[in-house]
């Protein structure tokens, strides 16, 4: 029993020298929670009937979800204080322009995806319409763990 007690004691995970468990604890839950996301629309897919294949443009959501995720993780918060971030072309006003068109894209993949819920799955219920807004709710929220989540002071990367 005390070998295992001092092997979690040298574990990375329960180490507050190594990373800070907050920034641990967001990246964990939120690619768990990314990679659910892009289960779940796999999963429906792979068990859909022929008949009931998903056409591509249910997966266009998911994309927008994911090109979302990278544009508002691409920008730290010493960027929008402008501390960090010197030069380029826009300056800090284009950080902020970037960062509002990733949160208004992720906001509007999830609308995009309650409207096909409800424009193309109403009449039974579909498991495919419940994929495809699960998907983009669970894309979401893994962006705003991830950017919220972290502590990026005294951190290599922000992780």
């Not at 964990?28 to 009931?52: P, Q």
């Not at 699960?134 to 990367?157: D, H, M, P, V, W």
């Amino acid at each position: 029993m005390s070998n295992l007690v001092e092997s979690l004691q040298t574990c990375m995970w329960f180490d507050v020298n190594v990373i800070s468990r907050r920034n641990l604890l967001s990246a964990v839950v939120s690619s768990i929670m990314f990679f659910g996301a892009w289960w779940i629309i796999i999963a429906i897919a792979a068990t859909a009937d022929k008949d009931e294949t998903p056409s591509f443009s249910y997966y266009i959501c998911g994309i927008l979800g994911t090109l979302s995720l990278i544009m508002v993780n691409t920008v730290s918060n010493e960027m929008l204080n402008g501390t960090g971030y010197e030069g380029g072309i826009c300056s800090t006003h284009g950080v902020k322009i970037w960062l509002f068109t990733g949160f208004v894209l992720g906001f509007a993949s999830v609308i995009a995806s309650v409207w096909l819920l409800v424009s193309e799955f109403t009449d039974k219920l579909h498991i495919q319409g419940i994929g495809i807004v699960l998907q983009n709710f669970f894309i979401l929220f893994a962006s705003l763990i991830y950017k919220f989540g972290r502590n990026e002071e005294g951190t290599f990367g922000g992780f």
